[in-house]
């Protein structure tokens, strides 16, 4: 019965150690926490936040001033316009140039769910058999959920597996995370219902 009693302990133990509350990281309020990177739009609306191209078209991020290493995000988007964007993680920034890897969030066909890596090796892993298209809800509310635990990378589109990828170089670092607004403007989405849960 001691010998049960210590191992309940144990494994009660791992478990606590793991569920880490989950934190807010958008108040549907103010952009408390970000910071702008660029010079596209980033504001407010109905408890919402929105990203929308600027005038000068370019590419555009907010960027979490806290960096995350091992975590588990969770999110929504609706895609209004053209919905060219993305969650990056293990970020930093030098202007709007990027270091880093994105799940990718875009039109119907354009591999959202899918991991890049910007100025470097490009894509790593696209979503197969159409899945992107199949899961992607046009001008409704996704959910997106990045799972990143050392080397190893699993995204969900509306509750449906995308991709699982092991990268070393990913498990190498640590960072921001950031959404993304793409360059050539005409773009605009919303996010809301943004929390992570940091793992060990």
């Keep these: 019965m001691k010998l049960i009693f210590s191992v309940l302990l144990s494994v009660c133990g791992l478990i606590c150690a793991e569920a880490q509350p989950l934190k807010q990281l958008f108040n549907t309020k103010n952009l408390d926490g ?3 990177v660029g010079t596209e739009k980033w504001y407010v609306e109905n408890g919402e936040l929105v990203c929308a191209s600027g005038p000068d078209k370019g590419y555009g991020y ?3 001033q806290e960096s995350f290493k091992n975590f588990d ?4 988007f609706k895609q209004e316009a053209d919905g060219n964007s993305g969650v990056f993680f293990h970020s930093s920034f030098e202007g709007t140039r990027v270091t880093g890897w994105q799940a990718e969030v875009a039109p119907a066909g354009h591999s959202t769910g899918g ?3 910007s100025y470097k090796r490009g894509w790593l892993i696209k979503p ?3 899945k992107d298209t199949k899961y992607l809800k046009a001008d409704d509310w996704n959910t997106m959920r990045i799972l990143v635990k050392n080397n190893k ?4 589109l509306n509750g449906h597996k995308m991709i699982t990828l092991k990268d070393d170089m990913i498990g190498s670092r640590t960072g921001q995370l950031a959404l993304q607004i793409h360059d050539g403007g005409g773009i605009k989405v919303r996010w809301r219902n943004m929390f992570v849960k940091v793992l060990k």
Excluded: D, Q
């Design 34 to 36: 970000w910071t702008v």
């Design 62 to 64: 907010l960027a979490t």
């Design 73 to 76: 995000l969770r999110l929504e």
């Design 115 to 117: 991991i890049y890596e």
């Design 128 to 130: 197969t058999g159409g």
């Design 153 to 156: 990378v699993t995204t969900w």
